[in-house]
Every structure is written in structure tokens, then in C-alpha cells.
């Protein structure tokens, strides 16, 4: 497994818990998501599955009055990242007649999300995104699918909490009455790349303790 991180440090600690390959990657960066997908191939001699998680939050405004500079940067992050990743990691697939890739998308790419337009317009492109691909590479052996997760505790939901807001508001939302675990999201995950998962494709899976649901 490759581990690729903005933050290098960040990439080797995971690396070294699972025993795998760091890398260090900015998806902003296309030249660093090809050398990244070339080491992993020249590593293990072939890239079988790709998950495409990188994301950022933004800012928390109405819509009007979002900082033009945050929208470019979220956008560029969590829709353009994850197509710069899928145009180096597609090919490399097809020369194998075989892929899974994961893109992780969010609840907020099926439905709105109030003072988080960046945001929620980045994923619903991740989700559109993903369902033209499979499309387009379905029948070429590739599977591509999405994770919708709704709030979990990552470090991004962390640092909404950090900043004052209680975790009482967000799970209040969540018909379970709780937030996602990590553990939860990395399962379905597996799943996606599993041969149990063999007939689903182009799908935007909602992984939200039924936050859709309603």
C-alpha cells in the first residue's frame, strides 16, 4: 500500500503503522500525483486500487459572500485534485485491464449544505465526476465509485469542533444520533474494493448514519 500526503511526515507515520510506501503528494501538483503513481507502480508493479480522499473544508459564509480566493482553492483541492489523480491513475489501469478506484466525496454532493457552497459544490462535482468515468471505463475493467460519508471524526470535523462548535449540533442531525468513526468509513472503503462490491459501479454510496435518509 502508498500512503501520499501533502505532509510528508504525515505519510511515512501511517506508512510505517500499516507497512507501506509514503509518499508525499499535493494534488494541486500534477507532477507530483505522476510521480507518485509512477513510484507505486515501479514498487509493486501495478496499481490495482487508488483511493482519491483529499479534501479541505473552506470557509463558512452564505454563498454571496464566499471569499473568492477560498472557492478557488477548495474547488482546485476537492474536484480538480481528484480529476488530476484519476488522469494519471486511469491510464496505468487500462495498460492492466483492471482498476478499482474510490473517490471520497460527501452527503454535501447530494444535497445542499447551507454556508459551506465551496464546499458542497465541489463534491457534487466528485460524485458527477465519478459517474462519467465509470461510464466511460466500466467496460474496460475499471470500477469507480464514491464514498458519501456524513459528519465523522476526522481531523477536518475536529477542527469544527475546536472552533466551537459542539458536537451536540452535529449529531442532533444524524438520525443514528452519533458521529461516524474513521473505522466505519475505512470498512466501507473496503468494501468499495472488494469483490463483494463486483457489480456496483458508478454509485454514490451515503455512508451518514441516515442523514439522507429523511
Known amino acids: 500500500m502508498v500512503v501520499g500526503d501533502i505532509r510528508q511526515d504525515r505519510a511515512e507515520a501511517l506508512a510505517q ?16 500525483i505522476a510521480a507518485a503513481v509512477a513510484r507505486t507502480v515501479a514498487h509493486f ?19 454571496a459572500e464566499y471569499p473568492t480566493d477560498m472557492w478557488d482553492v477548495v474547488i482546485d483541492v476537492n474536484l480538480t485534485g481528484v480529476w488530476r489523480s484519476m488522469r494519471h491513475e486511469i491510464p496505468v489501469m487500462l495498460a492492466a485491464g483492471r482498476g478499482t478506484i474510490v473517490n471520497v466525496a460527501s452527503v454535501a454532493g447530494l444535497g445542499g449544505f447551507p454556508r459551506h457552497s465551496a464546499y458542497a459544490a465541489s463534491k457534487h462535482g466528485v460524485v458527477g465526476l465519478t459517474r462519467t468515468a465509470a461510464l466511460e471505463y466500466g467496460r474496460k475493467g475499471i470500477r469507480i465509485n464514491a464514498l458519501c460519508p456524513g459528519f465523522t471524526l476526522t481531523p477536518m470535523v475536529q477542527e469544527m ?20 468513526t474513521a473505522d466505519e468509513m475505512a470498512g466501507t472503503v473496503l468494501y468499495l474494493c472488494s469483490t463483494s462490491s463486483a457489480f456496483m459501479v458508478g454509485h454514490a454510496l451515503a455512508i451518514d448514519g441516515g442523514l439522507t435518509a429523511g
Open 17 to 32: 503503522e500499516i507497512g507501506g510506501l509514503a509518499v508525499a503528494c499535493d494534488v494541486r501538483d500534477d507532477a507530483m
Open 45 to 63: 508493479g501495478s496499481l490495482d486500487i487508488a483511493i482519491n480522499a483529499a479534501g479541505i473544508g473552506g470557509a463558512e459564509v452564505r454563498t
Open 161 to 180: 469542533l475546536d472552533a466551537g462548535l459542539s458536537e451536540s449540533e452535529l449529531t442532533a442531525r444524524v438520525p443514528l444520533g452519533r458521529l461516524g
